[in-house]
């Protein structure tokens, strides 16, 4: 089971980016997949996940401007982040879970498997 983030970069304050995760030894419409990210100094924070059966949860903080989906036939779950702001400096990481349960999935320990994160770095 392999996960391979991608899509981050250096981008200006209020622009786009969409952040890709491509799964590989298994399929994402099996799994639960979400995004983290860590930022320097800080402990890694939930974002978002997406569950086999396409409902989605965001954090509160991140409702409006991340918007996590997939595509099953590119096994491929992505991360639209709109309206950038500095303190979305980051390395993102998605995560994959066969088992996670709505209750704990803000929880990064409830995720078996990491992809090695994309960094993404906003400019003000």
């Known amino acids: 089971v392999q996960l391979q983030a991608s899509g981050g970069g250096l981008v200006q304050a209020g622009g786009s980016l969409r952040l890709s995760c491509t799964a590989s030894g298994f399929t994402v419409s099996r799994y639960t997949v979400g995004w983290f990210r860590q930022a320097p100094g800080k402990e890694r924070e939930f974002v978002a996940t997406i569950f086999r059966g396409q409902r989605t949860y965001y954090a509160d903080s991140e409702k409006g401007r991340f918007t996590i989906s997939k595509d099953n036939a590119k096994n491929t779950v992505y991360l639209q982040i709109d309206n950038l702001k500095s303190e979305d400096t980051a390395v993102y990481y998605c995560?994959?879970?066969?088992?996670?349960?709505?209750?704990?999935?803000?929880?990064?320990?409830?995720?078996?498997?990491w992809g090695l994160g994309t960094q993404v770095t906003v400019s003000s």
């Open positions: 995560a994959a879970s066969a088992r996670l349960i709505a209750s704990s999935l803000r929880l990064k320990d409830q995720y078996e498997y």
